[in-house]
């Protein structure tokens, strides 16, 4: 079984200011993961992803996140945000076992504030 | 090219009727994901298919749901006597499973099914 946690329903941040999203998630074998955007009235847009290279992975738009095995962690970072990052954000996990089916959080939602 | 698209993109029907939902996904991609996404909740995975083989549907949440796939091509979701917890929008994925590590799914806008 594998599962996801988004620590954090709702995250707001200043203009400028680093953006930090929480995702840990479980899963008994190696995991590949996730993270996705959506804004309003709009379907999910890959960020990023972890398949079992490098643990720093660089996105689109200025993010990146560190799988950390040891903290069965993968949170999302951006250094300075921007008002155009003001979206909903979802960690999700996989394995091949699985089909690729994808498990998600709760999913975030980032404020950006001027 | 084109993405993965999602018809109708809205639709209203009254509680006990039968409702179907499209996803055309991205040629050549092998596998397509239907998920549910409920009013401020995550994602629910749905139904899974890949190719020719059995379709996975452990996440079909009752008897009242069904999907099918003709070939590598379009698919429906069917929801039959639909009630009032129905209503989310209905997200459908393709993906290449190219087996070089592309788990990437892409997904569609969705179709938000209100049940009144």
């Known amino acids: 079984a594998q599962s996801v946690t988004q620590l954090g329903s709702h995250v707001s941040v200043s203009e400028g200011a680093l953006v930090l999203l929480r995702c840990n998630y479980s899963?008994?074998?190696?995991?590949?993961l996730f993270w996705y955007v959506q804004y309003p009235n709009q379907g999910l847009q890959l960020l990023l992803k972890?398949?079992?290279?490098?643990?720093l992975v660089k996105g689109i738009n200025g993010f990146e996140a560190e799988f950390k095995k040891s903290e069965t962690s993968f949170h999302l970072t951006k250094p300075s945000a921007h008002m155009s990052d003001a979206a909903e954000y979802f960690c999700?996990?996989?394995?091949?076992?699985?089909?690729?089916?994808?498990?998600f959080g709760g999913g975030t939602r980032v404020l950006v504030k001027p | 090219g084109a993405g993965v698209s999602q018809s109708p993109s809205n639709k209203v029907t009254e509680k006990g009727k039968d409702v179907e939902l499209r996803c055309d996904p991205i040629?050549?991609?092998?596998?397509l994901y239907w998920y549910r996404q409920r009013l401020g909740q995550g994602l629910e995975f749905l139904i899974y298919f890949q190719g020719n083989s059995a379709p996975d549907k452990s996440g079909l949440p009752s008897d009242r749901f069904s999907a099918e796939r003709t070939g590598e091509s379009v698919s429906t979701l069917t929801i039959q006597r639909t009630q009032q917890e129905d209503s989310a929008v209905y997200l459908c994925?393709?993906?290449?499973?190219?087996?070089?590590?592309?788990?990437?799914?892409?997904f569609g806008p969705g179709t938000r099914l209100t049940v009144t």
């Open positions: 999700a996990v996989t394995r091949k076992a699985a089909g690729n089916k994808l498990t």
């Open positions: 040629s050549g991609h092998t596998a």
């Open positions: 994925a393709s993906s290449s499973a190219s087996g070089q590590g592309s788990y990437e799914q892409y």
């Open positions: 972890y398949t079992s290279a490098a643990t």
């Open positions: 899963s008994s074998v190696p995991p590949y």
